[in-house]
C-alpha cells in the first residue's frame, strides 16, 4: 500500500501556471500508474492526467481538456509525481487529487476512470482568478 500527499495548489491569476506535486510513500514500486483528477463544486470528478510504468515504457495521457497545457512527470521509483500546469483559465478550478493504482491495462481509457484506482490522496485546491 501507498500514501499520497498532494501540494503546490493555490490561488493564479488566468493565463497563469502552478505545479502540482504528489508525493508517495510506501510499497512505491508496486504502483503502475498515478493519475490525478480534479473536483469542482457541485461537479462529478474529472480525470486530468496519468503517468503509467511497464516493461513498454513510461505512459503518459491527458483528457483533452488539458492537453497542450498540463505536462504530467514522474520518477521511477515513483516516489513523486508532478502536474505542471500552464495557461490556466477558471475553469480549471478546482480541488486537484493524486491516486495510485497497482493495475495494468494496455488501454489507456482504464486509467481515465476513478475505479481504476486503490488509493488517493487528499487533494490540492487551485483556484484560477478571472
Known amino acids: 500500500q501507498v500514501q499520497l500527499v498532494e501540494s503546490g495548489g493555490g490561488l493564479v491569476q488566468a493565463g497563469g501556471s502552478l505545479n502540482l506535486s504528489c508525493a508517495a510513500s510506501?510499497?512505491?514500486?508496486?504502483?503502475?500508474?498515478i493519475g490525478w483528477f480534479r473536483q469542482a463544486p457541485g461537479k462529478e470528478r474529472e480525470w486530468v492526467s496519468t503517468i503509467t510504468w511497464s516493461a513498454w515504457g513510461v505512459g503518459k495521457y491527458y483528457a483533452d481538456s488539458v492537453k497542450g497545457r498540463f505536462t504530467i512527470s514522474g520518477d521511477n521509483g515513483r516516489t513523486t509525481v508532478y502536474l505542471q500546469m500552464s495557461s490556466l483559465t477558471p475553469h480549471d478550478t478546482a480541488a486537484y487529487y493524486c491516486?495510485?493504482?497497482?493495475?495494468?491495462?494496455?488501454?489507456?481509457?482504464?486509467?481515465?476512470?476513478?475505479?481504476?484506482?486503490?488509493?488517493w490522496g487528499q487533494g490540492t485546491q487551485v483556484t484560477v482568478s478571472s
Open positions: 510506501g510499497r512505491t514500486l508496486s504502483t503502475v500508474g
Open positions: 491516486a495510485a493504482t497497482t493495475l495494468f491495462y494496455k488501454i489507456a481509457d482504464y486509467y481515465k476512470t476513478s475505479r481504476t484506482y486503490s488509493v
